[in-house]
């Protein structure tokens, strides 16, 4: 038994089999990985992990919404529970790190804990969630932790839901029983997750760890220009109610706002469809989607009324009508500042490099921390590439990363 417990490191070469293992299922040509959420690749790499979590003798446990952990429990039957993960799914031909890392880090560092013959003085759970990218509806194995999806939920206009219900059901996910996947937020310590950063920051900063201190708040619209068709030959320019050119004056308009309005504000828009769709007709009618992010939810607030005033004056200006309809809205996250400390000293002590960051993507992590603390650790993403298959992090930031996160462990729950 090792006694020493700050000398207490993840054994990297098992991390990396495991990592090496795992990016095998559902590999794609070019190095990248097709693990959609309840895909065969995606049930494959559940039971490979069911496998590793009994292999490791700890205890497999499968909840309601198909979220699958393994449990190294406390003595006390009664402690809370540490939960530590991230998510096994991916999106179409997406890279290997992406949710992989934070998974296989949780599992390796339980395995360290229980071989070390430590006794943790807190249930720990090493998790992985179920969709968190959305194939099907995004953070759905987290929000339904929290308490925020029952079976009346599955309805999405985006999706053809009987293929959702079905998939499930081939999952041994049964909708009447979604709601027992909640759990009591007494009976959780906190919850955290390590993972790519997915942006340049660290990367160009040669940063070791980032240490999320806030997680972006993100609102999407639908937009529509409505004008007129006509003949594009004889129609004067005076005469024209042209809703692509009220569409094309509010996307330039509305990266120029945020630019020089919002600082660390960001805007998208990614979908753009035109009626009638001929290039001899003026166009009728412009359908925008448009995403904006903001690390502060008041500002992102702004920012949308500064959007919406925006694409009221481009109607104007081109003599259009405008709808705009918000789809989604998800508020900023704050993580908890004791966390960020507790990662701050492990990383002082495990000697690497690190900063406070803010992610612009979204992560099971800003579920959890609706409900209890939350903390965050970030890798350097190289050039900042990810949701493709050149997704990379050095293997070295891989094992700082966990063995920083194995450290936070031991100071919160060992
Ligand atoms: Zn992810």
Same mark, same amino acid.
């Given at each position: 038994?090792?006694?020493?417990?700050?000398?207490?490191?993840?054994?990297?070469?098992?991390?990396?089999?495991?990592?090496?293992?795992?990016? #095998?299922?559902?590999?794609?040509?070019?190095?990248?990985?097709?693990?959609?959420?309840?895909?065969?690749? !995606?049930?494959?790499?559940?039971?490979?992990?069911?496998?590793?979590?009994?292999?490791?003798?700890?205890?497999?446990?499968?909840?309601?919404?198909?979220?699958?952990?393994?449990?190294?429990?406390?003595?006390?039957?009664?402690?809370?529970?540490?939960?530590?993960?991230?998510?096994?799914?991916? %999106?179409?031909? /997406?890279?290997?790190?992406? /949710?992989?890392?934070?998974?296989?880090?949780?599992?390796?560092?339980?395995?360290?804990?229980?071989?070390?013959? $430590?006794?943790?003085?807190?249930? $720990?759970?090493?998790?992985?969630?179920?969709?968190?990218?959305?194939?099907?509806?995004?953070?759905?194995?987290?929000?339904?932790?929290?308490?925020?999806?029952?079976?009346?939920?599955?309805?999405?206009?985006?999706?053809?839901?009987?293929?959702? +219900?079905?998939?499930?059901?081939?999952?041994?996910?049964?909708? =009447?029983?979604?709601?027992?996947?909640?759990?009591?937020?007494?009976?959780?310590?906190? &919850? $955290?997750?390590?993972?790519? #950063?997915?942006?340049?920051?660290?990367?160009?900063?040669?940063?070791?760890?980032?240490?999320?201190?806030?997680?972006?708040?993100?609102?999407?619209?639908? %937009?529509?220009?409505?004008?007129?068709?006509?003949?594009?030959?004889?129609?004067?320019?005076?005469?024209?109610? !042209?809703?692509?050119?009220?569409?094309?004056?509010?996307?330039?308009?509305?990266?120029?706002?945020?630019?020089?309005? &919002?600082?660390?504000?960001?805007?998208?828009?990614?979908?753009?469809? %035109?009626?009638?769709?001929?290039?001899?007709?003026?166009?009728?009618?412009?359908?925008?989607?448009?995403?904006?992010?903001?690390?502060?939810?008041?500002?992102? !607030?702004?920012?949308?009324?500064?959007?919406?005033?925006?694409? #009221?004056?481009?109607?104007?200006?081109?003599?259009?009508?405008?709808?705009?309809?918000?789809?989604?809205?998800?508020?900023?996250? +704050?993580?908890?500042?004791? $966390?960020?400390?507790?990662?701050?000293?492990?990383?002082?002590?495990?000697?690497?490099?690190?900063?406070?960051?803010?992610?612009?993507?979204?992560?099971?992590?800003?579920?959890?921390?609706?409900?209890? =603390?939350?903390?965050?650790?970030?890798?350097?993403?190289?050039?900042?590439?990810?949701?493709?298959?050149?997704?990379?992090?050095?293997?070295?930031?891989? #094992?700082?990363?966990?063995? %920083?996160?194995?450290?936070?462990?031991?100071?919160?729950?060992?």
């Amino acid at each position: 038994m090792e006694t020493d417990c700050s000398a207490l490191r993840v054994n990297s070469a098992r991390l990396r089999a495991d990592f090496d293992a795992l990016a #095998e299922i559902g590999a794609t040509v070019g190095g990248g990985v097709s693990r959609l959420a309840l895909s065969n690749e !995606d049930l494959e790499a559940r039971s490979w992990f069911a496998d590793r979590i009994e292999e490791a003798g700890l205890q497999v446990k499968d909840d309601e919404v198909g979220n699958l952990s393994g449990l190294l429990p406390a003595e006390d039957a009664q402690a809370k529970t540490l939960m530590i993960g991230s998510h096994l799914d991916t %999106v179409p031909n /997406g890279g290997r790190y992406d /949710g992989a890392i934070g998974v296989l880090a949780a599992l390796e560092c339980l395995r360290r804990i229980k071989e070390a013959g $430590l006794k943790p003085r807190y249930h $720990l759970e090493a998790i992985n969630f179920t969709d968190e990218e959305g194939t099907w509806k995004s953070l759905f194995g987290s929000n339904a932790i929290i308490g925020k999806i029952s079976a009346n939920d599955i309805s999405d206009s985006l999706h053809d839901n009987m293929a959702f +219900r079905a998939a499930l059901y081939r999952a041994g996910i049964m909708l =009447p029983e979604l709601g027992n996947a909640r759990r009591k937020a007494e009976t959780v310590l906190g &919850f $955290l997750e390590l993972h790519i #950063e997915q942006g340049k920051t660290l990367h160009d900063r040669q940063c070791d760890i980032g240490i999320v201190d806030r997680i972006v708040g993100r609102t999407t619209y639908n %937009v529509a220009f409505y004008g007129e068709a006509a003949h594009a030959g004889t129609t004067t320019a005076e005469e024209r109610h !042209d809703a692509l050119q009220g569409a094309a004056a509010f996307i330039i308009g509305a990266h120029k706002r945020v630019s020089e309005e &919002f600082s660390e504000g960001v805007v998208n828009c990614g979908y753009v469809s %035109v009626t009638p769709d001929s290039f001899n007709v003026v166009p009728a009618e412009a359908s925008l989607r448009v995403e904006f992010r903001h690390p502060d939810t008041a500002t992102l !607030d702004d920012m949308e009324a500064r959007l919406i005033a925006l694409a #009221e004056d481009c109607a104007r200006a081109y003599r259009l009508e405008v709808a705009m309809e918000r789809v989604m809205h998800r508020a900023a996250e +704050r993580m908890s500042g004791y $966390l960020v400390r507790q990662i701050e000293s492990a990383c002082r002590a495990e000697g690497v490099r690190c900063m406070s960051i803010a992610s612009y993507s979204g992560h099971n992590a800003q579920i959890m921390n609706q409900m209890v =603390p939350a903390g965050m650790i970030f890798l350097p993403s190289v050039d900042g590439i990810s949701h493709n298959p050149r997704e990379f992090t050095e293997w070295r930031h891989i #094992e700082m990363g966990a063995n %920083v996160l194995l450290r936070t462990i031991m100071q919160l729950a060992v």
